[in-house]
C-alpha cells in the first residue's frame, strides 16, 4: 500500500505534464506504437553490453522494459541519474516489451513566485550541534547565544530574530557509532539533554525555537521520526519557546492575518550519504561537500529519500517521504556543509556543524564547516551567513 499510494500520488503530479503525449497504461500496450508515453516505477536498472541503459518499470497494471540508446547523449545522462523506486514519465516508441525512450520527465517542483513578508523579521537556521561531544564548540556556541540577546556590538538585526530553526543532531547521543564512548565528554542521554536545554533557557523568550530530531538523539532511526522523548529530553519539553517536530516536517513561520508565512520543509538529512555515493553526478561532485546538489536531485524526484534502502522507514500507507506540495525553504543538515542556493524559485538551506572534526567523518572523507548561520530576512529575502568560528 506504502509504495501503491506514492506510485499514484506521483503519477497524478506527472499526468498533468504537457510532455506527456498519449499516456497509456502498460496493459493497454498493442501492437508497435509511435509516440507513446506510460508512468513506472523504476524496479530495476542495468546497463548492455553496448552501454545501454535498460529499465524495468512498473505500474498498477503491468511491467514492462524501458531503452536508454547510449547514443542518445544528453537523454542518457539523465537516465544514469535515476534511482531504483523513483516515479519516471517516459516517451518513445514500441511494444507491449519494450520502448525506446526518446525523453523522460521527473516530477519535479516549481514554485511560481518567491513571499516576502509585509514584517521585517528574520530566521535563523543550525544543526548538528552534537552537544556532548568532547569536541562540541560550546565557547563559540555561547557566542551566538550572546548574538542572539543583542550583546554583540554592531548587531542590530539580531533583536528582530524570531525563529531559530534546528534540523537535528541536536546532541551527539550515546552508541551511534563503533567506541563513541571515546569521543564523549558526557556519556548519559538523558545528561545530554539537560545540560543542552540549559544552553537553550538562555535565548530570549521571544525567538521560537523548532527542532526536529537528527540519528543521533535516541530517537529511533526509522523515518519518520517521532518528537524526542520526553523520559529521556523532557527538559526540552519543558522550554516554553521550543517547539519540538518529527522528522521530516513541514513547519509554517511568519504567518498573520494579511500573509500566509514561508512553508519550510525540514529535514534531518539522513537519506544523504546514498545518493552521494550511488548517483553518477553527486558521487563525481563528491555531493557530501555540496549537499543543495543533493537536495535538488531529490526535489527533481519530489521525494526525501526515493530508494527504499537510502533511509530506515516506517512504512505508513501515505509515504512520508513525498513532497505533496512545494514549500518555500527547504532546510536540511547531517553533512555538516553549510550551503546556501535556489532551485526553482525554492531556497534550499543546509547546516554547518558545532562539533569539530571527529576521526569518524576523516573516514569518510568529510570536510565540515563549523558554526556558519544563515540569516534570513523574511521582508526582503536578504541571506547573510554569520560566522562564529
Known amino acids: 500500500m506504502h509504495f501503491r499510494n506514492r506510485f499514484i500520488e506521483l503519477k497524478n503530479i506527472l499526468q498533468d505534464r504537457p510532455e506527456l503525449k498519449n499516456l497509456i497504461s502498460i496493459n493497454k500496450i498493442y501492437g508497435n506504437r509511435q509516440g507513446m508515453s506510460i508512468?513506472?516505477?523504476?524496479?530495476?536498472?542495468?546497463?548492455?553490453?553496448?552501454?545501454?541503459?535498460?529499465?524495468?518499470?512498473?505500474?498498477?497494471?503491468?511491467?514492462?522494459?524501458?531503452?536508454?540508446?547510449?547514443?542518445?547523449?544528453?537523454?542518457?545522462e539523465k537516465a544514469e541519474d535515476i534511482c531504483l523506486d523513483s516515479?519516471?514519465?517516459?516517451?518513445?516508441?514500441?511494444?507491449?516489451?519494450?520502448?525506446?525512450?526518446?525523453?523522460?520527465?521527473?516530477?519535479?517542483?516549481?514554485?511560481?513566485?518567491?513571499?516576502?513578508?509585509?514584517?521585517?523579521?528574520?530566521?535563523?537556521?543550525?544543526?548538528?550541534?552534537?552537544?556532548?561531544?568532547?569536541?562540541?564548540?560550546?565557547?563559540?556556541?555561547?557566542?551566538?547565544?550572546?548574538?542572539?540577546?543583542?550583546?554583540?556590538?554592531?548587531?542590530?538585526?539580531?533583536?528582530?530574530?524570531?525563529?531559530?530553526?534546528?534540523?537535528?543532531?541536536?546532541?551527539?547521543?550515546?552508541?551511534?557509532?563503533?567506541?563513541q564512548e571515546k569521543d564523549l565528554a558526557i556519556v548519559d542521554l538523558e545528561e545530554q539533554n539537560m545540560n543542552m536545554a540549559e544552553l537553550l533557557k538562555k535565548i530570549r523568550k521571544d525567538i521560537e525555537i523548532v527542532i526536529c530530531p537528527g540519528n543521533h538523539e535516541g530517537v529511533r532511526l526509522m523515518e519518520p521520526q517521532p518528537i524526542y522523548d520526553e523520559k529521556y529530553a523532557w527538559a526540552l519539553h519543558e522550554i516554553e519557546n521550543v517547539i519540538l517536530t518529527e522528522n521530516p516536517s513541514m513547519i509554517n513561520i511568519g504567518a498573520n492575518k494579511d500573509f500566509p508565512g514561508f512553508n519550510i520543509l525540514l529535514y534531518h538529512g539522513f537519506s544523504y550519504p546514498f545518493y552521494a555515493d550511488t548517483v553518477p553526478r553527486l558521487l563525481k561532485s563528491k555531493a557530501m561537500n555540496t549537499p543543495d546538489d543533493i537536495m535538488k536531485y531529490l526535489l527533481k524526484h519530489r521525494h526525501l529519500a526515493p530508494t527504499h534502502n537510502s533511509a530506515q522507514t516506517f512504512p505508513h500507507e501515505k509515504d512520508p517521504h513525498l513532497i505533496r506540495t512545494a514549500p518555500d525553504i527547504f532546510f536540511s543538515g547531517h553533512t555538516h556543509k553549510s550551503a546556501v542556493s535556489y532551485y526553482n524559485n525554492l531556497l534550499l538551506i543546509s547546516s554547518s556543524s558545532w562539533e569539530g572534526k571527529t576521526p569518524y567523518q576523516e573516514k569518510f572523507g568529510n570536510e565540515p564547516d563549523h558554526c556558519k548561520v544563515p540569516l534570513l530576512n523574511l521582508k526582503t529575502r536578504a541571506i547573510k551567513i554569520l560566522d562564529f568560528e
Not at 529499465?55 to 547510449?70: A, H, Q, S
Open 39 to 76: 508512468i513506472g516505477m523504476i524496479m530495476d536498472k542495468r546497463v548492455t553490453k553496448n552501454k545501454n541503459i535498460i529499465f524495468d518499470v512498473e505500474d498498477l497494471t503491468g511491467r514492462m522494459k524501458v531503452l536508454i540508446n547510449y547514443n542518445k547523449k544528453e537523454l542518457y
Open 87 to 179: 516515479v519516471i514519465g517516459f516517451t518513445g516508441s514500441g511494444n507491449s516489451e519494450i520502448l525506446f525512450a526518446n525523453e523522460l520527465i521527473f516530477p519535479d517542483i516549481i514554485l511560481p513566485g518567491r513571499k516576502n513578508s509585509p514584517i521585517e523579521e528574520y530566521a535563523a537556521f543550525i544543526g548538528d550541534l552534537h552537544f556532548g561531544s568532547k569536541k562540541f564548540m560550546q565557547e563559540n556556541f555561547e557566542k551566538f547565544i550572546d548574538y542572539l540577546n543583542g550583546k554583540l556590538p554592531n548587531t542590530p538585526e539580531a533583536q528582530k530574530i524570531k525563529y531559530l530553526i534546528i534540523a537535528g543532531d541536536l546532541i551527539t547521543g550515546v552508541g551511534n557509532y563503533p567506541n
